[in-house]
């Protein structure tokens, strides 16, 4: 009888330090991942060549600011040099735009061509190189208020220079000097000639300015719908074919392009500016909701992510 109530006492001692003893720690709540913060991402805008159909480039500057989207850095060839030049001198689409409707094309004859002429020939792109130096009151490359790269090609060694420095007006004159048409710019014993032999759209460049995130405009139309009349338009018509792959691997490496429907605008057609200025903004509105979200999507990317693109 003692040893049953002994064992009795035992088993509740035992149950009792059980009762006391150590607890398993009750479940921590989590508190639900913190999303993560949108950084800063430098946008490139990448302004092709395309001839009269350069005007485009005007509405899409337009159309990306009123939608509070500005660019970082610029880069251009050809008529998108001239665009490139003139916005980072610290233009705005409004203004740009008026530029472009009250530009007297009897001042600008012989350089016509990267927006349009009806003439033919040599031409030695002087009044261009003019034009653009006062319109951005003789600022060189480096003083822009944008980063500024504009594409020429060597006409010796068929290499791409981006120039990053240097006189404005000048840079733009060797990015626009369509051969057969304009006589080819001699800087620093080099000469150069248009920069859409080598790069039609300036992707690549942009990137290798630090762009993040690159918005490309390709103005440049299917030679095949094209109706080039006279020797400018066939050599036109000449650089456009050469530099259709170039483009179109370059293209491929945009984060969003923007092209502007001018299916029956010529290269030389110069009283079209206004039908170019709003294709532009129409295509940027077309492809806004797109550029929105990938805009989005790189800002909440890592750094290096982005750097890898």
């Not at 398993?24 to 991942?33: D, H, I, L, N, Y």
């Not at 990267?114 to 060189?140: C, I, M």
């Not at 502007?260 to 605008?265: A, Q, T, V």
Request: charged share 15%.
């Amino acid at each position: 009888m003692q040893r049953r109530h002994f064992l009795g006492l035992s088993a509740a001692a035992l149950l009792a330090g059980c009762a006391f003893g150590p607890r398993p720690a009750p479940p921590v709540a989590t508190a639900p991942a913190a999303p993560p913060t949108p950084r800063p991402v430098k946008i490139g805008l990448a302004l092709g060549g395309g001839a009269a159909r350069g005007f485009a480039h005007i509405g899409v500057i337009k159309a990306l600011e009123a939608q509070g989207i500005h660019a970082d850095l610029v880069t251009g060839t050809s008529a998108g040099a001239v665009v490139a030049a003139l916005y980072a001198s610290g233009l705005d689409g409004f203004r740009l735009n008026k530029l472009a409707l009250t530009m007297d094309e009897a001042s600008i004859a012989d350089w016509a061509l990267p927006f349009g002429t009806r003439f033919g020939g040599w031409l030695k792109g002087e009044a261009l190189q003019n034009y653009v130096n006062r319109q951005v009151q003789n600022r060189p490359i480096e003083a822009m208020k944008l980063p500024l790269g504009i594409v020429a090609t060597d006409l010796k060694t068929g290499e791409k220079i981006l120039f990053r420095r240097g006189n404005t007006g000048q840079a733009v004159r060797a990015s626009s000097s369509v051969p057969g048409v304009f006589q080819p710019v001699s800087i620093q014993g080099h000469d150069y000639v248009d920069g859409g032999l080598v790069e039609p759209v300036p992707v690549d460049s942009a990137r290798a300015m630090g762009a993040d995130f690159v918005i490309a405009v390709n103005i440049s139309a299917d030679p095949s719908a094209q109706k080039n009349a006279g020797q400018s338009g066939v050599l036109l018509q000449t650089t456009a074919i050469m530099g259709q792959s170039i483009n179109k691997m370059a293209l491929s490496r945009a984060d969003v392009v923007i092209r502007p429907e001018l299916p029956d605008m010529g290269g030389s057609d110069f009283n079209a500016r206004n039908r170019a200025v709003l294709a532009g903004e129409q295509a940027t509105a077309a492809v806004m909701a797109t550029l929105r979200q990938k805009l989005e999507q790189a800002r909440l990317q890592p750094a290096s992510t982005v750097a890898a693109q």
